[in-house]
């Protein structure tokens, strides 16, 4: 295993870059990070929309996110892949198809966390940031997402931890991000799958658990500022960070 | 200051509103009482626009506020609004709750705005707390923050939702209190209150409703001692003497 680790740690991390494209470890938390950047914008948006009082809105919008919830994400990277050229013309990368699948998948489940936040924070918050002059945008931006952001805060880690593990769907189209560089040792090797794999799997976990570390840290510096604390699903990544520590 | 004129409004079947009449003067204190459901809480919500009128009008300071286009957030700050949950904001402190609507509404300099939040939590007896979380205090407390935090924009109305209703017993006194006081000031008080002490000792006028009529309007005192209808009377009855219900 030291042997192991000792002949591919680079190839494992950043794949064949500078000779290649920038792979391994180094193309999973990139590509992780993106999607989850670009997505959170619009999950806001959506997540607004999806409450808007205005029906022409809200119900586009819902039409998407059910439209888009009820596909695999695996159809979706292929649709990309192979639909997408057709209609802009030129060849869409590996990597840009898996950003882009993500993108729009975080972008519809973030949208729900955010509706789900948004209605969560109890009615008479905004009537009283209403009543007290504040408009629509004012009364969300100032009252009603940062409480909604708290409650939102260990479903939010749960959609931040599933896409760190989606990102190794880019493996069917030939991504090199980890999964598929740590196929390739594999295939190289032969002898050791077991560890191999085992290594593969620490990687994951290592990122995942890490960022249920620092949303932990979050939630108990806004616990000794003397804010309610979100409650916690049982399931929930961060309730289990907590159950482990 | 407040002039219906045959308001109506309905949710769905149901009359909440019915050919409302009346006018509240400038410096006027007015308790309005009635059953649950009587619609007193409808009525003045109607009056900041926190609920819709289906027909008639309501004129502040002689501006049909129901009128579309109307400036509904300069509105608002001119009317401040005191809810039976108290509805502080969580995640800001008690000063940050004084504070929020001066700056973002009323365009003050935030260092204006603290002077005069914490002149206001002094008055309401709670400089003290500028600091704290809303979580931190007692419901009284909290109650008494909202009534700071309303008078912030130094709004000449005040509106109270049942202000007193969800505290327990022993918190009532402090927060009646600071609102007597906003009657000595002279401010103009619509209140929607169980408290019929508050009513004898500080109104000037009591509104009796019932199934979204004004069925009753007269001094406290002569409501008091001489309710002149049939519902009227059974209401005084009942709170007078709670067990002694026929039944």
């Given at each position: 295993m030291i042997e192991l680790i000792r002949t591919y740690w680079v190839y494992f991390l950043i794949?064949?870059?500078?000779?290649?494209?920038?792979?391994?470890v180094a193309a999973t938390v990139l590509l992780a990070a993106l999607a989850l950047l670009l997505a959170m914008p619009i999950g806001l948006l959506m997540g607004l929309a999806r409450t808007s009082s205005i029906a022409a809105v809200r119900r586009p919008v819902t039409v998407i996110a059910y439209l888009i919830r009820g596909i695999p994400l695996l159809l979706m990277v292929f649709w990309i892949y192979f639909y997408l050229p057709t209609v802009t013309g030129h060849k869409t990368d590996q990597f840009s198809t898996m950003l882009i699948a993500l993108v729009v998948f975080d972008g519809v489940y973030l949208g729900e966390i955010v509706r789900a936040g948004i209605q969560g924070v109890p009615k008479g918050q905004y009537e009283a940031a209403r009543a007290l002059g504040l408009g629509h945008g004012r009364a969300m931006r100032r009252v009603i997402l940062p409480q909604a952001l708290r409650s939102m805060l260990p479903s939010l880690v749960n959609q931040f931890v599933s896409t760190i593990k989606a990102t190794s769907l880019g493996y069917i189209i030939g991504l090199t991000e980890a999964s598929f560089i740590a196929t390739q040792i594999n295939s190289q090797v032969f002898v050791h799958p077991t560890a191999v794999y085992l290594l593969l799997s620490l990687m994951y976990f290592i990122l995942c658990f890490g960022l249920s570390r620092v949303a932990l840290v979050i939630e108990r510096r806004q616990a000794r500022r003397g804010l309610p604390r979100p409650a916690r699903s049982p399931g929930s990544p961060t309730a289990t960070a907590a159950a482990n520590a | 200051m407040i002039q219906f004129n045959q308001v109506n409004k309905w949710y769905g079947q149901y009359h909440?509103?019915?050919?409302i009449d009346e006018t509240v003067a400038k410096g006027e204190v007015v308790v309005v009482c009635g059953p649950?459901?009587?619609?007193k809480s409808t009525l003045i919500r109607t009056i900041n626009r926190l609920e819709a009128i289906e027909s008639g009008t309501i004129t502040f300071d002689g501006e049909d506020?129901?009128?579309?286009?109307?400036?509904l957030n300069r509105l608002r700050s001119r009317i401040g609004f005191v809810f039976q949950q108290f509805?502080?904001?969580?995640?800001?402190?008690v000063l940050q709750n004084c504070t929020l609507a001066p700056v973002e509404?009323?365009?003050?300099?935030p260092a204006q705005a603290h002077d005069k939040a914490m002149a206001l939590l002094d008055r309401v007896g709670l400089a003290h707390k500028?600091?704290?979380?809303?979580?931190?205090?007692?419901g009284g407390q909290q109650q008494r923050v909202a009534i700071a935090r309303a008078l912030a924009m130094e709004p000449p109305l005040m509106l109270f939702d049942?202000?007193?209703?969800?505290?327990d017993p022993e918190m009532v006194g402090e927060v009646l209190l600071v609102m007597q006081g906003l009657v000595r000031d002279g401010m103009t008080l619509v209140v929607v209150t169980h408290e019929m002490g508050f009513a004898r000792d500080v109104a000037h006028r009591v509104l009796f409703m019932d199934q979204g009529r004004i069925l009753e309007r007269a001094e406290p005192h002569a409501f008091f001692?001489?309710?002149?209808?049939p519902r009227a009377q059974q209401f005084l009855a009942d709170i007078r003497t709670p067990f002694a219900r026929p039944g």
């Amino acid at each position: 295993m030291i042997e192991l680790i000792r002949t591919y740690w680079v190839y494992f991390l950043i794949g064949q870059y500078p000779q290649g494209p920038l792979g391994g470890v180094a193309a999973t938390v990139l590509l992780a990070a993106l999607a989850l950047l670009l997505a959170m914008p619009i999950g806001l948006l959506m997540g607004l929309a999806r409450t808007s009082s205005i029906a022409a809105v809200r119900r586009p919008v819902t039409v998407i996110a059910y439209l888009i919830r009820g596909i695999p994400l695996l159809l979706m990277v292929f649709w990309i892949y192979f639909y997408l050229p057709t209609v802009t013309g030129h060849k869409t990368d590996q990597f840009s198809t898996m950003l882009i699948a993500l993108v729009v998948f975080d972008g519809v489940y973030l949208g729900e966390i955010v509706r789900a936040g948004i209605q969560g924070v109890p009615k008479g918050q905004y009537e009283a940031a209403r009543a007290l002059g504040l408009g629509h945008g004012r009364a969300m931006r100032r009252v009603i997402l940062p409480q909604a952001l708290r409650s939102m805060l260990p479903s939010l880690v749960n959609q931040f931890v599933s896409t760190i593990k989606a990102t190794s769907l880019g493996y069917i189209i030939g991504l090199t991000e980890a999964s598929f560089i740590a196929t390739q040792i594999n295939s190289q090797v032969f002898v050791h799958p077991t560890a191999v794999y085992l290594l593969l799997s620490l990687m994951y976990f290592i990122l995942c658990f890490g960022l249920s570390r620092v949303a932990l840290v979050i939630e108990r510096r806004q616990a000794r500022r003397g804010l309610p604390r979100p409650a916690r699903s049982p399931g929930s990544p961060t309730a289990t960070a907590a159950a482990n520590a | 200051m407040i002039q219906f004129n045959q308001v109506n409004k309905w949710y769905g079947q149901y009359h909440a509103l019915v050919d409302i009449d009346e006018t509240v003067a400038k410096g006027e204190v007015v308790v309005v009482c009635g059953p649950s459901g009587s619609g007193k809480s409808t009525l003045i919500r109607t009056i900041n626009r926190l609920e819709a009128i289906e027909s008639g009008t309501i004129t502040f300071d002689g501006e049909d506020i129901h009128r579309p286009g109307v400036d509904l957030n300069r509105l608002r700050s001119r009317i401040g609004f005191v809810f039976q949950q108290f509805n502080l904001f969580p995640h800001l402190t008690v000063l940050q709750n004084c504070t929020l609507a001066p700056v973002e509404v009323g365009g003050a300099r935030p260092a204006q705005a603290h002077d005069k939040a914490m002149a206001l939590l002094d008055r309401v007896g709670l400089a003290h707390k500028a600091n704290a979380w809303p979580s931190e205090l007692s419901g009284g407390q909290q109650q008494r923050v909202a009534i700071a935090r309303a008078l912030a924009m130094e709004p000449p109305l005040m509106l109270f939702d049942e202000p007193t209703s969800a505290l327990d017993p022993e918190m009532v006194g402090e927060v009646l209190l600071v609102m007597q006081g906003l009657v000595r000031d002279g401010m103009t008080l619509v209140v929607v209150t169980h408290e019929m002490g508050f009513a004898r000792d500080v109104a000037h006028r009591v509104l009796f409703m019932d199934q979204g009529r004004i069925l009753e309007r007269a001094e406290p005192h002569a409501f008091f001692n001489h309710p002149q209808h049939p519902r009227a009377q059974q209401f005084l009855a009942d709170i007078r003497t709670p067990f002694a219900r026929p039944g």
